[in-house]
């Protein structure tokens, strides 16, 4: 089983900054691409970020210059550093692992594993 869990979600003035972090567990075999998605009410979920294991990142226009996606391999961990956060910015903020599941005779095809999300809140 793969789990994902963020954190570091919470209310913030505009203009202020917040770190998410994102770590995958379990059974894994390789994370192929870590990335950051989220969802406002009534509106579908987007991706903010992500990032592929050799670090090549892609980013959502509006986020540019402001969110920095970053990676730790060996601790299997995704980062978001949130700077000049808007009250757009308000949102919850799903991990996703597009990772293989290490299975007890042999390794699965990729799958996407997601986190429960944590609540961004940016005031103005």
């Known amino acids: 089983q793969v789990q994902v869990v963020e954190s570091g979600g919470g209310l913030v003035q505009a203009g202020g900054s917040l770190r998410l972090s994102c770590e995958a567990s379990?059974?894994?075999?390789?994370?192929?691409?870590m990335g950051w998605y989220r969802q406002a009410p009534g509106k579908q979920r987007e991706l903010v970020a992500t990032?592929?294991?050799?670090?090549?990142?892609n980013y959502a226009d509006s986020v540019k210059g402001r969110f920095t996606i970053s990676r730790d391999n060996a601790k299997r961990t995704a980062y978001l550093q949130m700077n000049s956060l808007k009250p757009e910015d308000t949102a919850v903020y799903y991990c996703?692992?597009?990772?293989?599941?290490?299975?007890?005779?042999?390794?699965?095809?990729?799958?996407?594993?997601w986190g429960q999300g944590t609540q961004v809140t940016v005031s103005s």
């Open positions: 990032i592929t294991s050799s670090g090549r990142t």
């Open positions: 996703d692992a597009n990772a293989i599941h290490s299975r007890p005779y042999g390794l699965g095809s990729p799958d996407d594993y």
């Open positions: 379990g059974s894994i075999f390789r994370i192929i691409l």
